[in-house]
């Protein structure tokens, strides 16, 4: 699904990383490492700090048909909260001993037309501390500002 870390419900995160993208018809090889910084949020007029979060993934995929840019994916990716924040100040809400996850999730991606691609998958937990094991359903539309131009897969 190549999407960044999701922050909390109802938090502001910034996020900063690395990808990579290797194309070798017809299969791409994908990943990326990111860090997102968790900002401050209130609760009743006080300041709440929680722990920033380093995502990583590594994405295997295979098209199965360029003109449709029709493809599998399987993708492996990990979620770690970690036990301080960019900022210095102390985690005093969510989980201060810091967290890991590791997921599995198959996929399929699809171009729908010119500018509208749509991808599924399930994430399922495979190993984990700290975390709850979990299946996340994912869907994705993406629209793409393309001038006339079709949107290529790779």
């Known amino acids: 699904m190549e999407r960044l870390p999701a922050a909390r419900f109802g938090e502001l995160g910034f996020t900063e990383g690395l990808t990579f993208r290797k194309?070798?018809?017809?299969?791409?090889?994908?990943?990326?490492?990111?860090y997102t910084y968790s900002a401050p949020g209130s609760d009743a007029g006080q300041t709440t700090y929680v722990d920033d979060i380093?995502?990583?993934r590594l994405a295997y995929e295979h098209f199965l048909d360029d003109k449709q840019g029709l493809a599998l994916n399987l993708e492996v990716a990990t979620l770690h909260t970690t036990t301080w924040r960019a900022d210095g100040h102390s985690i005093h809400r969510g989980q201060r001993s810091g967290a890991t996850v590791m997921g599995v999730e198959p996929g399929?991606?699809?171009?729908?037309?010119?500018?509208?691609?749509?991808?599924?998958g399930v994430l399922f937990?495979?190993?984990?501390?700290?975390?709850?094991?979990?299946?996340?359903?994912?869907?994705?539309?993406?629209?793409?500002?393309?001038?006339?131009?079709?949107?290529?897969?790779?």
Do not use: E
């Not at 194309?23 to 490492?33: D, F, H, L, Q, T």
């Not at 399929?108 to 599924?120: E, K, N, P, Q, T």
């Not at 709850?132 to 994912?138: E, F, L, R, T, V």
């Open 23 to 34: 194309n070798n018809k017809p299969y791409r090889i994908s990943g990326g490492v990111y």
């Open 54 to 56: 380093i995502n990583t």
């Open 108 to 120: 399929i991606h699809m171009r729908l037309s010119d500018s509208w691609v749509a991808g599924m």
């Open 125 to 154: 937990t495979v190993a984990g501390q700290n975390a709850a094991d979990a299946i996340y359903p994912n869907f994705a539309i993406q629209w793409y500002w393309n001038q006339g131009k079709k949107v290529i897969m790779r």
